[in-house]
């Protein structure tokens, strides 16, 4: 139970980082879904994808928001997770 505690203590540190410098106003649901949906370890590969990109800071906020978005999306593809927030009708 620990285990699992102290992982989902840093998924929501990777949330906040997500939300906190990547959200354009129009993903916050995709970074939620994404980070309940993906491991641990694949976050922590994106979130290093990100830092290793040299140019981010020369990119607007929108711009920021999709690089991010579609690194996401990649990686959620890789493993046939649709990231979409399906609602109940």
């Known amino acids: ?3 699992y505690n102290t992982e989902q203590m840093e998924k929501a540190r ?3 980082v997500l939300i906190s410098n990547y959200n354009d106003g129009r993903k916050k649901t995709l970074f939620c879904v994404a980070v309940n949906l993906l491991e641990l370890q694949e976050l922590q590969a994106v979130l ?3 830092e290793c990109k040299s140019d981010m800071e020369a990119l607007s906020l929108k711009e920021k928001s999709a ?3 579609s ?3 990649d990686t959620a593809s890789r493993r046939k997770i649709d990231l979409k927030l399906h609602k109940k009708k």
Do not use: G, H, K
């Open 1 to 3: 139970m620990e285990v």
């Open 14 to 16: 990777i949330l906040d």
């Open 48 to 50: 290093r994808e990100i």
């Open 67 to 69: 690089f991010v978005a």
């Open 71 to 73: 690194l996401l999306q």
